[in-house]
């Protein structure tokens, strides 16, 4: 092996490039990326980066580290456009990379809502020039914030409109928010965490027409009729994998890249990160199928694994995660473990009337699957543990007892 490719310079990429270079390997390393930027960290973008009086710097590392310590070759501000698997090469502009090895970690793009390109005051949230745009938005004069989708990152954008003190209401399709994520019960609770703080939360609602004057956004109109007046629309609808440059390669594409239990994607080619799915054998027989995760976490621990993956085949194992997020909600923190498709929901401390804080635990058959904690930040890791090691209901539910007793 003398060269690896990483094409995607975020989380999965920048990892990748340092768990090799961790290893020993002293090959060549190009690191790809599309934006301009320095790597830098995206949870801030829908927090702190918004909220804060002295705006933070995102960036992970310096420019002087990748030339230096790293020795890594950084390709920014082009983004690759086609991969050939049988030649072994990626184009980039106007040049041609051959690899020896490949990391794909090309994360996923903000969707936008149809017919709103152009429209000054509506937002997305993924990209750092994304959180500068609405940061001065937000920070403008703005007083009504209207939020599509309330998802993870269009909730922690309201609540920091809440923070900083706009009107705030958020719009969702679904009956219950977050119930794919988190299941019905959970989403409901999490529902009420937003109430709490003056959010307006409406659900089951469509956004028919989003209303603009001289190019301004002025509101939206619902399939109701009925009309929201906003200064600023964040449109948190989810990500789509960005995939699109692989068209042709022959790589199997589906809502994401999609490899095997090792996280090849095809010879000498390993996904990391938002991009990847592939079957967590944890789950298994619970989920069947693959997986696709959009968390920190998986992302640099994927990205490490893939990089050790690409420059040593004979050396790859198939890759196991319990998922674990975060999410900042008000002054307080959501964390998720595992998986929510369970048959069964249980709250085993505190109380989810009222939105938290508590703990609720999820069953599949006989085993504890996920784990969601509002406000009680010791507790997840501690069943993320169960998850890992396949245990028992319960054990989870004994693990619960003795957490009670150690609160009391
Ligand atoms: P990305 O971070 O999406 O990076 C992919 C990179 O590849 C991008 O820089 C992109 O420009 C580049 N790229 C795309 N196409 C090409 C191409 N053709 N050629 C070259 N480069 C290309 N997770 C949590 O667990 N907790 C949180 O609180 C949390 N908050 C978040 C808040 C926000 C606003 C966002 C956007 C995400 C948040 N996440 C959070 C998710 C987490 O940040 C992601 O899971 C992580 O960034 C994924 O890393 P990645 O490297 O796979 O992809």
Known sequence: MTHLVVVGASLAGLRAV????????????????????LPYDRPPLSKEYLSAEECPDPRYRE?????????VELVLGTPASELDTTARTVTVGERTLSYDGLVIATGAHARALPGTEGIEGVHTVRTLDDAIALRAALRGGARRLTVVGAGFIGSEVAAVGRTLGLEVTILEALETPLARAVGERMGRALTHLHRRHGTEVRTGVAVEEVLAENGRVTGVRLGDGSRVDSDVLVVGIGARPATDWLEGSGLTIDDGVVADETLAAAPGVYVAGDIARWPNALFSDVAGGTMR??????????????????????????????????????????????IAAGDHVEVVAGDDAEGGPFTAIYRAGDRIVGALAVDMPAEVMKYRRLIGGRKTWDDALELAEQRRQQRE
């Open 18 to 37: 340092e768990a090799v270079r961790r290893d020993g390997f002293d090959g060549e390393v190009t690191l790809v990326g599309a934006e301009e930027h």
């Open 293 to 338: 995760l959009e968390h920190w976490t998986s992302a640099a621990d994927q990205g490490g694994r893939a990089a050790r993956h690409a420059v040593d085949p004979s050396s790859a194992k198939p890759y196991e995660t319990v998922p674990y997020f975060w999410s900042d909600w008000y002054d307080g923190r959501v964390q998720f473990v595992g």
């Open 63 to 71: 420019e002087e580290t990748f030339a230096g310590d790293l020795d």
